[in-house]
């Protein structure tokens, strides 16, 4: 039997793999230096650290995806290995900005903090509300006003499947049609 191989996917690993690292290691140090800022040692600056980073992260994986992929594809049509160069130099750069932008998006998020803390003389991080379940708290609040709207209905069709529709037809079907004798 023959194998018929069309490339390797070696490179496009490597890539892959490489970019994925130097984003855990941005992070981390990213990570590091802002914990040692009071904004971040709460549970509500814990949250925001953590979206911020997510979106840092998925905003470079994509980076990496498609860069490691059309640097493996340029590297296997030509031979030459300066699409990895470019990949790599576009990559780190993009790392700079993120660390960069992201370390003075917090830096000002913690000067606000910080401002408002000492001016009102309370710490509005650190307030807790139900022991402190300030988010689930929210969902189900949010939930419940959700499930409380007179739309939603649990009334099932002459098909057997739910029926949105059943209280519209059901009243539709009171009306007085003047057409009809």
Same mark, same amino acid.
């Given at each position: 039997?023959? *194998?018929?191989?069309?490339?390797?996917?070696? $490179? #496009?690993?490597?890539?892959?793999?490489?970019?994925? %690292?130097? @984003?855990?290691?941005?992070?981390? @140090?990213?990570?590091?230096?802002?914990?040692?800022?009071?904004?971040?040692?709460?549970?509500?600056?814990?949250?925001?650290? =953590?979206? *911020? #980073?997510?979106?840092?992260?998925? %905003?470079?994986?994509?980076?990496?995806?498609?860069?490691?992929? @059309?640097?493996?594809?340029?590297?296997?049509?030509? /031979?030459?290995?300066?699409?990895?160069?470019? !990949? !790599?130099?576009? +990559?780190?750069?993009?790392?700079?900005? =993120?660390?960069?932008?992201?370390?003075?998006?917090? +830096?000002?998020?913690?000067?606000? !903090?910080?401002? !408002?803390?000492?001016?009102? /003389?309370?710490?509005?991080?650190? +307030?807790?509300?139900?022991?402190?379940?300030?988010?689930?708290?929210?969902?189900? +609040?949010?939930? %419940?006003?959700?499930?409380?709207? $007179?739309?939603?209905?649990?009334?099932?069709?002459?098909?057997?499947?739910?029926?949105?529709?059943?209280?519209? *037809?059901?009243?539709?079907?009171?009306?007085?049609? $003047?057409?009809?004798?």
């Amino acid at each position: 039997m023959t *194998e018929i191989r069309v490339g390797s996917r070696r $490179p #496009f690993r490597i890539g892959l793999l490489t970019g994925i %690292l130097v @984003i855990l290691i941005v992070l981390g @140090i990213q990570l590091f230096l802002l914990r040692v800022l009071s904004v971040f040692n709460t549970g509500l600056g814990l949250w925001v650290l =953590a979206t *911020e #980073f997510v979106s840092t992260a998925a %905003l470079l994986l994509a980076l990496v995806f498609v860069g490691s992929f @059309i640097a493996a594809r340029l590297q296997r049509q030509s /031979g030459s290995r300066t699409p990895w160069g470019a !990949y !790599y130099i576009l +990559l780190g750069l993009a790392c700079f900005a =993120a660390f960069t932008l992201g370390m003075n998006s917090r +830096l000002a998020l913690d000067v606000k !903090y910080s401002t !408002y803390a000492t001016k009102a /003389g309370i710490n509005f991080l650190n +307030l807790q509300y139900l022991n402190g379940a300030v988010i689930w708290t929210t969902l189900l +609040l949010t939930a %419940l006003f959700m499930l409380s709207d $007179p739309r939603v209905s649990s009334v099932t069709g002459s098909d057997g499947y739910h029926d949105p529709l059943h209280r519209f *037809e059901r009243s539709m079907s009171v009306v007085h049609d $003047p057409l009809k004798v």
